[in-house]
Structure formats: structure tokens, C-alpha cells
């Protein structure tokens, strides 16, 4: 049985942004949301290293703490992971503007940062974080009023996110105003190659093909002909390789690096 967020990862797109739904999504959670009142921004205390490392963990739960652990993930390139269509324990105890459960009312965000101090949020992430929240209160019908950081929800007892939460709700406000520029839509299909090159479609998570088989054999991987995550993942790192976006969308572009590496 599919939860009631299915509507996650149709926002964001619309909103120009890159989504990754992890396998499952749709029937994972704790239990049915209640009223959808806003949006809790957290980041995970992870690796320093990776886009988003803690993926598994925000599927799967801590020894203490039953997974999911956020409806989204947001990685460093800016790519939102849905993860749950339902209740997740992310919200913990505390209360903020008159919501005081928000396991039910409110939908967690764990941004990949290590949470210490003098870490830089990259440009891209944090871009990514503003307009997708934005996008999230919108189609809720909620003001950025209900942007609301977790060291708010819980004050003295967590610390995230690391930025300052009156600037960050002024920007996601200038998102949602029109004063700052939406983002430009991803397209769904990449430019054609020129004339003379092979004609190979564009791959994308969630996609079965026998042209994904060709990427999975060149990066060593199970060649099953799914386009999963382990073979987005391998995708974006040959992609960083090549000093190409690291989408993880296979077009024209990213095609020239996989015929390089074979």
C-alpha cells in the first residue's frame, strides 16, 4: 500500500529539481502522515566525503531509532532522494509554531552535511534546499513561516541545520514570492548527437534497457539491464571523472566518457 507523499517527487521536478526516488519509497514509513503542516530541515552529521552517504542509513534506521529517518534526503550535488511516503522519526520531542508532533505534520529534509563547524554548505546543495523546500510549502499551501530548522524544534538538544534559519526562511520567502528566480527544468531527453555518432538513448534511474547492461559492464558492475542506484552511483562518479554534471543522467555527453573508459 502506497502512502500519502507520492506527490514528493512530482513537486520537486516541477521545480527544476534533480530526484532520485530510492527503491520502495512509496510503501515506506512508520505509519500514514496526519495534516501536512510543514517542512523540518536537518542535515546528517555524516562522512565528509560522498554525496549522499548516509542514503542507507535514512532507509534503514539506526540500532536505536527505526528507519526511515526522513522522507528526503538531499545529497551535496543537489540531488533530492525520496526515501518514504510516509512517517518517518526524524522530528523527535519539541514543538514550534503550534505543532507539536512532528513525526505527523511535518516532512524532514536530512541534508548531507557533517554538521561541524567551518564546513562550507555547497552552493549547488544549498540552491537545491531553498527552491525544494519552497516548492514543498507551496503545493502545502503553508507560508515560509513553516520552514523551521531542527535546533528550533528542539533547542538545547539539536543542532541542525548549521545555517542561519531566519536568512535561510528569507530566501525560500523570495523563492516563493518570484523575487528569486525559479530554477530552469531539467529536460527529459539531452540534445542528439551530431552526425556520424551512434544514436544511444538517455538513461536515467528507474529505467530497464539493454544499453544499461553496456554501462553496467564498463564500470564493473551487474549487468541486469536495470538502471538502479548502485548504477547511478557509478554513473556520476565516472561523470565527476570526465568533469561532466554529475546527474547521473546518461546522454550524449556522458556516453563519450563510458565509450572512453571501455
Known amino acids: 500500500m502506497s502512502f500519502s507523499l507520492t506527490w514528493?517527487?512530482?513537486?520537486?521536478?516541477?521545480?527544476g529539481?534533480?530526484?532520485?526516488?530510492?527503491?520502495?519509497?512509496e510503501n515506506r514509513g512508520r505509519r500514514e502522515m496526519g495534516s501536512v503542516q510543514g517542512v523540518l530541515c536537518h542535515h546528517t552529521a555524516g562522512p565528509a566525503a560522498g554525496n549522499?552517504?548516509?542514503?542507507r542509513l535514512l532507509r534503514e534506521g539506526r540500532s536505536d531509532l527505526a528507519g526511515p529517518l526522513a522522507q528526503l534526503g538531499l545529497g551535496r550535488d543537489g540531488t533530492f532522494y525520496v526515501v518514504a511516503a510516509g512517517?518517518?522519526?526524524?522530528?523527535?520531542?519539541?514543538?514550534?509554531?503550534g505543532i507539536a508532533d512532528g513525526n505527523s505534520h511535518l516532512i524532514g529534509i536530512e541534508a548531507e552535511h557533517t554538521g561541524l563547524k567551518g564546513d562550507p554548505w555547497p552552493d549547488i546543495q544549498l540552491r537545491a534546499y531553498q527552491h525544494g523546500v519552497a516548492a514543498l510549502l507551496a503545493h502545502l499551501g503553508a507560508s515560509a513561516d513553516f520552514c523551521i530548522g531542527h535546533k528550533e524544534w528542539a533547542p538545547g538538544r539539536k543542532p541542525d541545520p548549521t545555517f542561519?534559519?531566519?536568512?535561510?526562511?528569507?530566501?525560500?520567502?523570495?523563492?516563493?514570492?518570484?523575487?528569486t528566480p525559479a530554477l530552469a527544468p531539467i529536460p527529459l531527453q539531452e540534445p542528439q548527437?551530431?552526425?556520424?555518432?551512434?544514436?544511444?538513448p538517455t538513461l536515467r534511474r528507474g529505467m530497464v534497457d539493454e544499453w544499461v547492461k553496456v554501462i553496467?559492464?564498463?564500470?564493473?558492475?551487474?549487468?541486469?539491464?536495470?538502471?538502479?542506484?548502485?548504477?547511478?552511483?557509478?554513473?556520476r562518479e565516472l561523470q565527476r571523472a570526465a568533469r561532466l554534471v554529475p546527474d547521473g543522467i546518461v546522454g550524449p555527453k556522458?556516453?563519450?566518457?563510458?565509450?572512453a573508459k571501455g
Open 17 to 25: 529539481l534533480k530526484v532520485a526516488p530510492d527503491p520502495g519509497w
Open 164 to 179: 542561519d534559519m531566519d536568512d535561510f526562511r528569507a530566501q525560500v520567502r523570495a523563492v516563493m514570492s518570484g523575487a
Open 8 to 15: 514528493l517527487p512530482d513537486v520537486l521536478l516541477q521545480a
Open 216 to 235: 553496467q559492464a564498463r564500470c564493473g558492475l551487474k549487468e541486469d539491464g536495470w538502471f538502479g542506484a548502485a548504477t547511478e552511483a557509478a554513473v
Open 52 to 55: 549522499m552517504p548516509t542514503l
Open 87 to 97: 512517517q518517518a522519526n526524524h522530528a523527535g520531542k519539541g514543538g514550534f509554531r
Open 254 to 259: 556522458t556516453w563519450v566518457a563510458i565509450d
Open 193 to 200: 548527437p551530431a552526425a556520424g555518432q551512434p544514436s544511444r
